[in-house]
């Protein structure tokens, strides 16, 4: 084994040296940005390797692992039934734009853990998820307008690529150069765990609008839980209004439970996204729901989406390990068990920084804010001490744990990790919140 990084101070040489090649040939040095250490500093560490809750990086340093490849690694990293599926499936090929059984074995376990959903099309990524869900609701309902929340990500598809100050609440401005105004036109923007705002809406628009879109629970800000009649409040408004009530699980399906935050909260939505956990890893997303909506979409109906590589076999191998493994008995009581535990020795850190911290969680998966409690929105979030969060991540990273790089991403804790692996972040955690907050 490696040596941890609290027996060495943290080698970085190789890391750094393999960040400055990279950013000779890739914008930034990195294929998704916040990879790049924006939010907290520094360089990032290039990683190697990883196996069940540890990922080992160029210059030998051995961290647990708290980022789960921002959520897919439910079962840990290197899982050997996920290993071998996709070992068994690459052999038979990588792919052949063909129809096959795995897709339809996988798409049977996706439905038979989901009530009310009949019908799923595999895409490549949750972005594509989103964007194709968007298109059918759009389609189904005959209108252009939708509804998200601020903080909410949905991937970067131009039409999501909305979040807005306050002063521009009811109108889409992009928050990208690239994205045509006239693209984000049709985009209206409400305030998480707040009705009323989404009401307002609905309200200025008589005209229609075709769905709301959703985080069940906010986990593109930290970890935000949907307040208690939100989620059933934003179903009954889409059915009084005719639009399509979107859930977007990407980050929350198979994770939060066995059927996800539809399951977890009560509120199956009309449409699900799923991405991260259904690839096991491998580039996977998936839409879904009734199939009186859902054959609407080509070659069944009129509503176009294609892939070259949708439902690669790699990526259906490894999402079919994925959830039967997931799926076995207990998995998902560890899960909460693991999570409470960490609650639990986050709650006395929250204490003794009194006014300064606040632990949310949801399941498996988790926020430290670095603000008081409770944080029940994106503005709530943006208040954040961000520059003490980054002192607690660098001083966490120097301890062995890595985390996301940034205040405004969930944790996730997979089947991997132990209760030991727990007790360790805890006490990491407690001398890095020391140092960060200066007490
Ligand atoms: N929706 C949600 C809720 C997400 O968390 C993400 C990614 N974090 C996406 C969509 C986009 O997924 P992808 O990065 O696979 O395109």
Not at 87 to 113: D, I, M
Not at 148 to 174: N, R
Not at 321 to 326: C, I, N, Q, Y
Not at 393 to 405: D, E, N, V
Request: hydrophobic share 40%; with cysteine; glycine share 14%.
């Amino acid at each position: 084994m490696s040596a941890t990084p609290q027996q060495n101070a943290l080698r970085s040489e190789k890391s750094r040296r393999a960040m400055e090649e990279a950013r000779r040939w890739i914008p930034g040095g990195v294929n998704s940005p916040v990879r790049a250490f924006g939010g907290v500093g520094g360089e990032p560490p290039f990683i190697s390797r990883a196996a069940g809750a540890r990922v080992m990086d160029v210059d030998g340093n051995e961290y647990v692992d708290l980022v789960g490849s921002w959520g897919p690694m439910i079962l840990g990293h290197a899982h050997p039934a996920v290993v071998e599926a996709v070992q068994a499936a690459a052999a038979r090929g990588t792919s052949y734009g063909a129809p096959t059984e795995l897709e339809t074995e996988l798409a049977r376990t996706v439905v038979s853990r989901l009530p009310g959903v009949e019908r799923v099309r595999f895409v490549n990524s949750g972005t594509e998820a989103t964007m194709s869900a968007l298109r059918l609701a759009r389609a189904a309902t005959g209108r252009d307008k939708f509804v998200k929340f601020e903080g909410c990500y949905h991937g970067h598809g131009d039409a999501f690529l909305v979040q807005a100050g306050s002063g521009a609440l009811t109108l889409g401005v992009p928050t990208s150069p690239g994205v045509p105004g006239p693209v984000v036109a049709d985009t209206l923007l409400a305030s998480y765990n707040d009705l009323a705002s989404v009401e307002a809406l609905f309200a200025a628009h008589p005209e229609g609008i075709a769905a709301v879109i959703v985080e069940p629970v906010a986990g593109n800000v930290g970890c935000i839980p949907p307040e208690p009649g939100f989620l059933e409040g934003l179903q009954d408004l889409c059915r009084k209004h005719g639009a399509l009530l979107i859930l977007d699980e990407v980050m929350t399906g198979f994770r939060v439970a066995r059927g996800g935050a539809r399951e977890r909260f009560g509120v199956p939505g009309d449409l699900v996204t799923l991405g991260k956990i259904i690839g096991g890893g491998l580039p996977v997303g998936a839409y879904a729901g009734p199939a009186a909506i859902m054959d609407q979409v080509a070659p069944a109906g009129p509503v176009y989406q294609a892939g070259t590589l949708s439902g690669n076999p790699l990526a259906m191998a490894a999402g079919l390990a994925t959830l039967r493994t997931l799926g076995e008995a207990g998995n998902y009581d560890r899960l909460e068990a693991l999570g409470a535990r960490l609650e639990a020795g986050m709650q006395e850190a929250v204490g003794r920084h009194s006014g300064k911290l606040a632990f949310q969680r949801v399941g498996s998966m988790f926020c430290l804010y670095f603000r008081s409690g409770p944080v029940r929105n994106y503005q709530d979030a943006l208040q954040s001490d961000t520059k003490a969060f980054a002192r607690y991540f660098h001083g966490m990273l120097r301890r062995g744990i890595y985390l996301a790089p940034s205040q405004f991403e969930a944790g996730f804790l997979s089947l991997a990790h132990t209760e030991d692996d727990v007790d360790r972040i805890l006490e990491a955690g407690a001398d890095a919140l020391a140092e960060a907050l200066g007490s």
